[in-house]
């Protein structure tokens, strides 16, 4: 048998080469194009994934700030903005110090520390520090970055709703106390009432007539803290001011201790109608005034009351009642919404602490201020029925 020619022999094996250079080429082809689609694919997730972070940190209920090693701002979120009063934002960088002053020196002073911090925005006063603006700021440094997160709060609203969260647990265990007050006072007052009947000693007559004045002093504590717990559901109507109030204070001043009064009901207009529960609307004044006959009191020993409602934008009515009194003491003035806080040894401390809930379930809210001339004002701001029609 005749022997392959050589020539063929290498054609052959070159072919073989050829084919098998052709299929690796094929396959690093696909491998490659595999490839870009993967990345491709990870490019956009993670592009969707910037822009969910984003998201995130626009929408989130913190304030927000990164900065980078030359302390500019690359990035910050809405309430950052809010919190920090800067007007001038932009797309590009902008120095923290032009941003804030404070949080720039707040930087310089603790550089080399994480943790949070108290940056007050208005007076260094200490005294008026719980009265002015201030931004509780966490600063994190981010490992093996150049940037750092700072993380601000406003510690106003975190002071009040801590605030507010203590005063609901106190008014749980109040009502749980007056609970179990309750039933032994009646039996009390009861056997009080009986041993009266057979008392002839005028000496200890007069110490059962304290006991009895005693006990209605708790049991109306009992009663307000009670009410305080669960209070009645708003039925809420609309009520035109303009007619309702006069007829309010002459109802309200059939009570002796109110009789003392002058209340002047300024000109209301007729068409300013609040969407309210009439019936807590009337406790909310009847306590108001009475609180302004204990201390409501001008130079001359007077009692005055002047009362007014307008408009405040198109949903709400500024509703204000204003005392001719000595004023409200600085100190007092941001406990008197307190439960059981009261100057007066008499008192119960729970009137302003109602008013306060009976308007918050108005879907309104109240505050409180010394006049400039004298006296003390009580802004109460509630729902308006007629939104959409301007006062006559």
């Keep these: 048998m005749a022997g392959v020619h050589p020539l063929f022999g290498q054609l052959f094996i ?19 194009d ?32 990164v900065l980078d090693k030359h302390n500019r701002v690359i990035l ?47 007076s260094d006063d200490p005294a008026s520090r719980d009265r002015t603006p201030s931004l509780l700021v966490r600063k994190i440094t981010l490992p093996e970055s150049p940037y750092r997160l700072l993380l601000l709060h406003d510690a106003s609203a975190l002071r009040t709703r801590e605030r507010e969260a203590q005063l609901a647990a106190l008014g749980r265990l109040a009502a749980n106390i007056a609970h179990e007050i309750r039933n032994p006072l009646s039996v009390i007052r009861h056997a009080a009432n009986l041993l009266d009947e057979n008392l002839e000693n005028t000496g200890s007559r007069h110490l059962f ?21 669960r209070p009645g559901p708003a039925h809420l109507e609309p009520i035109a ?29 007729s068409s ?36 007014s409602a307008g408009r405040v934008g198109k949903k709400q009515i500024m509703l204000t009642l204003r005392d001719f009194g000595p004023g409200i003491p600085p100190e007092v003035m941001d406990r008197i919404f307190e439960p059981f806080f009261t ?35 009580f802004k109460i701001f509630l729902p308006c029925w007629n939104v959409n029609e301007e006062d006559a």
């Design 14 to 32: 070159y072919i073989l080469a050829l084919v098998a250079v052709a299929v690796l080429a094929d396959s690093l082809v696909r491998s490659l």
């Design 34 to 65: 595999r490839g870009n689609r993967l990345a491709l694919q990870r490019d956009q997730e993670l592009f969707n994934l910037n822009r969910l972070n984003q998201e995130i940190v626009q929408h989130m209920d913190v304030g927000v700030l």
């Design 76 to 122: 910050s979120n809405p309430l950052a903005r809010k919190l920090t009063g800067y007007r001038y934002w932009g797309n590009v960088p902008v120095a923290i110090d032009l941003v804030q002053a404070r949080l720039a020196a707040m930087l310089i002073r603790h550089q080399s520390s994480d943790g949070e911090v108290l940056v007050p925005l208005g």
């Design 209 to 229: 007539e304290i006991l009895e004045r005693e006990t209605v002093r708790i049991n109306r504590i009992v009663e307000s803290v009670l009410e305080m717990a």
């Design 241 to 269: 001011l303009a007619n309702w109030l006069p007829k309010l204070i002459v109802q309200l001043q059939a009570d002796p201790q109110l009789a003392e009064i002058h209340v002047l009901v300024e000109d209301i207009p």
């Design 272 to 307: 300013l109608l609040a969407y309210v529960d009439p019936a807590q609307l009337r406790q909310v004044i009847w306590n108001l005034l009475h609180n302004a006959a204990q201390y409501g009191g001008d130079a001359d020993g007077l009692l005055r009351m002047e009362i």
């Design 343 to 377: 100057t007066n040894s008499r008192g119960t401390g729970l009137g302003l602490p109602m008013v306060r809930e009976l308007i918050s379930m108005n879907g309104g809210h109240v505050l409180c201020e010394n006049h400039a001339e004298s006296g003390v004002m």
